[in-house]
């Protein structure tokens, strides 16, 4: 069986997902990265592939696949190994729709809100003008366009944040109602639900915003996470690919805006129950 190739960037959330699905399966891949500080996602060559100009990218068996959850479950349907979506439909529907509402209702708009205002900003301040310009020009949606103009434009002062950590906080409160009931967001075991999930809490840890989940605050989501990153595969998806400098920049710049953004998670955290 010949190994797919993945289109992908080391510190993109969805390719971490892809890249976890890939090593609970045991499956190499071929890697091709595409460096999204760089613009590369824009490149003629790669939006042959993704028209949407994001990673990931998955071809296998010929066939270009794109949408990260819809890679995870060809994945999961195509390669041998342990499945990743339980046999129960119920522990099924459950995690499926915490999958759902993470990918049609948080991701970009939610959980890009922070990336961007913190890390897009910081990566776009060592750019002249003309580049900048030129990066937010290169987005095709226009309303993404406006979201990101207006966080690069004010960072963690940015009238989208406190709306995004109310979402997140509210996300949390059901991941932990989820936790307290099943040992893994997927049910029994450990499969797409968790995959998914992981990276975003990843990167708030990174950020030091782990006021969501510590200190008592969601203790099942804690320990969760806890267990999560002590898989093999984790190091696989995330270690391996992981850059030392990249974060401690990641919590230099979370540290930074902590004065504004910590109050806002602790009190969000406090209201979502």
């Not at 540290?255 to 969000?268: H, N, R, S």
């Amino acid at each position: 069986m010949p190994n797919p190739t993945l289109y992908h960037f080391s510190g993109s959330t969805c390719s971490q997902k892809v890249r976890m699905v890939l090593a609970e399966k045991g499956v190499e891949f071929i890697s091709r990265e595409i460096d999204l500080t760089k613009g590369e996602q824009h490149a003629p060559e790669y939006v042959v592939l993704n028209a949407d100009h994001v990673v990931p990218t998955l071809v296998a068996d010929g066939e270009v696949l794109v949408e990260s959850t819809l890679i995870c479950e060809f994945i999961d349907d195509r390669y041998p190994g342990s499945p990743l979506r339980s046999a129960d439909p119920h522990q099924r529907y459950r995690a499926a729709a915490l999958v759902n509402f993470l990918d049609t209702r948080l991701h970009g708009k939610v959980t890009g809100v922070l990336t961007h205002a913190l890390l897009t900003r910081a990566a776009m301040s060592q750019r002249t003008v003309d580049q900048v310009a030129a990066y937010l020009a290169a987005i095709p949606d226009p309303a993404e366009r406006g979201l990101r103009t207006s966080l690069l434009t004010h960072g963690a002062q940015a009238p989208e944040i406190p709306g995004a950590i109310d979402a997140l906080a509210r996300y949390f409160h059901r991941l932990e109602q989820h936790l307290a009931v099943y040992p893994w967001l997927s049910g029994d075991a450990f499969g797409i639900a968790d995959a998914t999930v992981l990276p975003y809490v990843v990167r708030f840890r990174e950020l030091r915003f782990e006021s969501f989940w510590n200190e008592g605050a969601r203790p099942a989501v804690e320990h969760w996470l806890d267990r999560a990153v002590t898989r093999p595969s984790f190091d696989r998806a995330f270690t391996d690919w992981s850059s030392a400098p990249l974060v401690a920049a990641f919590g230099a710049i979370g540290g930074a805006a902590a004065p504004v953004v910590d109050p806002l998670i602790k009190a969000a955290t406090r209201a979502a129950g």
